[in-house]
C-alpha cells in the first residue's frame, strides 16, 4: 500500500482532469466512438499512472540507516512516483486530446 501512497493522495486531482477530459470541449460531436476513444484513452491514462508509480516506487533510492537512523531522503520514495504517475496520466490525456482533435473536429456554425 505505501507504494501507491502518493497516487492515492494524487487521485481526487487525477479524478478531476479524467472528468475535465472527458466533458470539454463541447464543440466536438459525441458519437459513439468518441465516447469509446475518450474511455479508452481514460483507460490507458489510469494504466500508465499506476505503472509509473509504480515504476518510480522502486527506481527511488531506500534512505540509509547509520548510527543516528535513518537519513533524510525518504520523502522521494512518495515524490517521486507521484511526479511519474501525474506526469504519465497528464501525457497519455494531452496526447488523447490531440488525437481526438484530428479525428473529431469541431463543428463549425
Known amino acids: 500500500m505505501l507504494r501507491y501512497l502518493a497516487l492515492l493522495l494524487l487521485a481526487p486531482w487525477l479524478l478531476v482532469l479524467g472528468w475535465a477530459y472527458f466533458t470539454y470541449p463541447r464543440s466536438l460531436p459525441r458519437t459513439a466512438a468518441r465516447r469509446a476513444f475518450d474511455w479508452l484513452a481514460l483507460l490507458l491514462a489510469t494504466a500508465a499512472a499506476v505503472l509509473s508509480a509504480g515504476w518510480g516506487f522502486e527506481a527511488a533510492p531506500p534512505p540509509q540507516i ?20 501525474y506526469g504519465a496520466c497528464v501525457g497519455v490525456l494531452v496526447l488523447a486530446m490531440a488525437l481526438r482533435h484530428l479525428l473529431w473536429r469541431p ?3
Open 107 to 109: 463543428v463549425r456554425r
Open 66 to 85: 547509520d548510527a543516528f537512523g535513518r537519513a533524510s531522503g525518504a520523502i522521494w520514495q512518495q515524490v517521486l512516483p507521484a511526479l511519474l504517475g
